[in-house]
């Protein structure tokens, strides 16, 4: 039905035989637009609509024409950690379905929830950096900040989940594995980290509120 609604409207915004005013491109450019709107196109590039109604598939050039390298980053860190989350939910279903309790160690738990939190946060972020209009060396600092962090919290959690070794990291004393770590460094990591993300984040939000 809908396709002959395409059709019936592509037909009638071609001219009837007899009337030459207009150019047989005119004719179905025009007629090609009307299609356009009813598909509910509006708005999307022509190698868009085009690759909607006639099939044609996007390559990957075209895809990635014209990204910055904050966005690359984004794209790439934002995949891997949505695939470490899938892995670990793959893992932690393991653990629930050894266990007695159905239950899954603490960190194993974590790093699944925080790897895919992580990864639409990255989505967030790429939001901020397409309004911001800072430099984009500046942009990539401060995305670089927050994802080099979000990295490193989930390699936290997962080394915690493999090795079994506490329920709370931030309960003293601070281990990993059999030693223990000086509550400085464990105090020094969380500071930066703090630091890395709620700077980075600001800095976007402030290139995103300026630009307006």
């Known amino acids: 039905m ?10 009638a915004s ?17 007629g090609v637009g009307a299609a356009r709107q009813l598909l509910g196109a509006r708005g999307k590039s022509p190698v ?9 598939p996007r390559s990957r050039s075209r895809t990635l024409r014209g990204m910055d390298s904050a966005s690359t ?8 950690f949505f695939l470490v989350g899938l892995l670990c939910g793959a893992w932690k279903y393991h653990h629930v379905h050894q266990s007695p309790e159905a239950v899954a160690p603490v960190y194993v738990d974590i790093a699944h929830r925080a790897a895919l939190m992580y990864a639409f946060s990255t989505v967030v972020i790429q939001r901020f950096v397409d309004a911001s209009a800072l430099p ?8 670089l900040a927050q994802v080099i962090f979000f ?10 989940g493999i090795l079994r070794d506490t329920d709370n990291q931030m309960a003293r004393p601070h281990r990993l594995g059999r030693r223990v ?9 969380m500071g930066a980290l ?13 290139g995103a509120v300026t630009s307006c």
């Open 2 to 11: 809908r396709s002959y609604r395409v059709r019936h409207h592509f037909k």
């Open 14 to 30: 071609l001219p009837e035989r007899g009337h030459g005013r207009r150019t047989h491109r005119e004719s179905v450019l025009e």
């Open 48 to 56: 868009c609509w085009r690759a909607a109604i006639v099939g044609e």
């Open 73 to 80: 980053v984004l794209l790439y860190s934002g995949g891997l």
């Open 136 to 143: 984009s060396g500046v942009e990539l600092g401060a995305v």
């Open 151 to 160: 990295a490193l919290a989930i390699g936290t959690y997962l080394v915690h």
């Open 181 to 189: 770590l000086p509550d400085v460094i464990v105090r020094g990591f």
């Open 194 to 206: 703090m630091l890395g993300e709620i700077g980075g984040f600001a800095v976007l939000l402030y």
